[in-house]
């Protein structure tokens, strides 16, 4: 199931036009405060908050997850957001070049989300109502 949770929180990032989305596996250091983090940024103040907003609201409702805390969401250059087992930062672009959070984690698995997940689409039913 972790990898789904993966995949809605790189969706709805990716929904909001967040950028280059990575998720690191750091369950193999054992010194890590998570299992997870997945690391994105937005080149303004108004996309990081609009990423981190929708995450937060995508969670909740696809889920049941809400955040154990959050940090930045007064500022917009660095939200983080933590749901225990998965850490979420959402970087202004420069912050991120900045902190390079991937180098200090060099060593963990990487995984990079390219484009959204598309939707599956529902049968339609050709009969008629009358």
Known sequence: MITHDLRVIADAIQDKKGQNVVSLDLRPIGSAIADYFVICNGDSTTNVAAVADNIIKVCNEELGMKPVRT???ENDF???IDYGHI???VFLTQYREFY???DLWA???KKTYKERRKPVKKAVSLEKEY
């Open 71 to 73: 940090q930045g969401m």
């Open 87 to 89: 850490v979420v930062h």
């Open 100 to 102: 390079r959070l991937e």
């Open 107 to 109: 060593d963990a698995p």
């Open 78 to 80: 660095w939200i983080i």
